[in-house]
């Protein structure tokens, strides 16, 4: 029962936080459990970190007498302390980039009853001499249809809070909680933390648009015909040089169509290219596609004769391409291939007279 006595009312919440604890570290596994299972199943994006903890008791406790204590002795309004508590349960989740942040949120209000939302984002930014971590906090429950399921059972009167932050915010929060006094700090260097919030502030604002950029390249790169040409009567335009040479969007172009079952992995293309471009730095993409349609049928007739020695030998699309552009431009791209791999295929294509 509720009372105005902190001492009894303390004493009462360690009982219920000891006879509890393991309960509540059961529920925190199974809401990161379900969260994780929700981000999977939808189109969010990635995201990098989904954690949680237990509210240490002390500091729960603290948090009452900071935050909510003297206002309700004042208005004698008899108290519990963990009802006051919201944050007993901690769930975080890091996304990538700030604009994933109300999708996660959406998805998540969703799929819990939501109790509170507490904007962190929109705070700091409406404040013009405030520094902070950003994010957005979620006080939530299970709705009735997940509280109904028997292994939520016991989570169903517990509230737990989700902080969403991306991950700019999330390395600002760490090295924010570490600036001790920060009421008190010298206005000299509160101008310097202020200019280090704005400087990560603007870091993810950037690492966004990278990726929206990123994106639109890869379209034009899907779209684009995968031979540039002009039109009847109709010059070509004029290009800055390397303006066409061959890059990570245009040569998933070019190789996506020849390999179309295979999946080529972002970190590979761009060291491929970087290979290619360091031996020929005005390779274009024109000039890769006339590789392959030009070399592809000898290359896999020498890949069948290779793997058909040995079946435990590989030879993947980057394979086949070294071996294109080594057919392509032999004096240039002499060291796409590795000496033993250059002379095996030097000698095939000597016997039969494929040699050409």
């Known amino acids: 029962m509720a009372s105005l006595n902190f001492e009894l009312e303390r004493r009462q919440f360690r009982e219920y936080y000891d006879s509890h604890r393991q309960t509540f570290e059961e529920a925190k596994n199974a809401f990161i459990s379900l969260i994780n299972t929700l981000i999977r199943q939808s189109d969010v994006g990635e995201v990098t970190k989904v954690e949680g903890r237990i509210k240490d008791r002390a500091e729960c406790i603290r948090k009452f007498h900071r935050k909510y204590q003297s206002k309700l002795e004042a208005d004698e309004q008899?108290?519990?302390?963990?009802?006051?508590?919201?944050?007993?349960?901690?769930?975080?989740?890091?996304?990538?980039?700030?604009?994933?942040?109300?999708?996660?949120?959406?998805?998540?209000?969703?799929?819990?009853?939501?109790?509170?939302?507490t904007d962190k984002i929109s705070a700091v930014e409406s404040t013009e001499d405030s520094f902070g971590y950003k994010g957005l906090h979620l006080d939530l429950a299970l709705n009735d249809e997940l509280a109904a399921q028997p292994r939520y059972r016991p989570c169903t009167d517990l509230i737990f809070e989700v902080q969403i932050r991306s991950l700019i915010q999330d390395a600002w929060s760490v090295l924010d909680h570490k600036i001790k006094y920060k009421k008190s700090i010298p206005n000299d260097l509160r101008r310097?933390?202020?200019?280090?919030?704005?400087?990560?502030?603007?870091?993810?604002?950037?690492?966004?648009?990278?990726?929206?950029?990123?994106?639109?390249?890869?379209?034009?790169?899907t779209v684009a015909p995968i031979i540039d040409t002009a039109t009847e009567n109709q010059s070509p335009p004029e290009t800055t040089p390397n303006e066409k040479a061959v890059n990570a969007f245009n040569f998933l172009r070019v190789a996506g169509h020849f390999f179309r079952d295979f999946e080529f992995k972002d970190y590979k293309v761009d060291g491929f290219v970087q290979d290619i471009l360091r031996l020929n730095?005005?390779?274009?993409?024109?000039?890769?596609?006339?590789?392959?349609?030009?070399?592809m049928k000898m290359v896999r007739d020498y890949r069948n004769d290779f793997l058909a020695e040995d079946p435990e030998n590989t030879f993947s699309p980057y394979t086949t391409i070294r071996h294109c552009l080594y057919l392509y431009?032999?004096?240039?791209f002499l060291k796409i291939l590795s000496r033993v791999s250059r002379e095996r295929f030097d000698n095939w294509l000597q016997s039969a007279h494929r040699e050409i």
């Open 281 to 295: 730095p005005n390779f274009e993409k024109a000039d890769l596609h006339r590789c392959l349609i030009e070399n």
């Open 329 to 332: 431009d032999r004096n240039t």
């Open 192 to 221: 310097r933390i202020n200019v280090l919030s704005a400087l990560f502030e603007l870091a993810d604002r950037e690492f966004k648009e990278i990726r929206n950029a990123t994106a639109e390249l890869m379209q034009q790169a």
């Open 78 to 117: 008899p108290y519990r302390i963990r009802d006051y508590i919201s944050d007993l349960i901690g769930i975080r989740i890091v996304c990538l980039y700030e604009d994933q942040i109300a999708v996660v949120s959406d998805l998540l209000q969703q799929h819990f009853r939501t109790i509170d939302v």
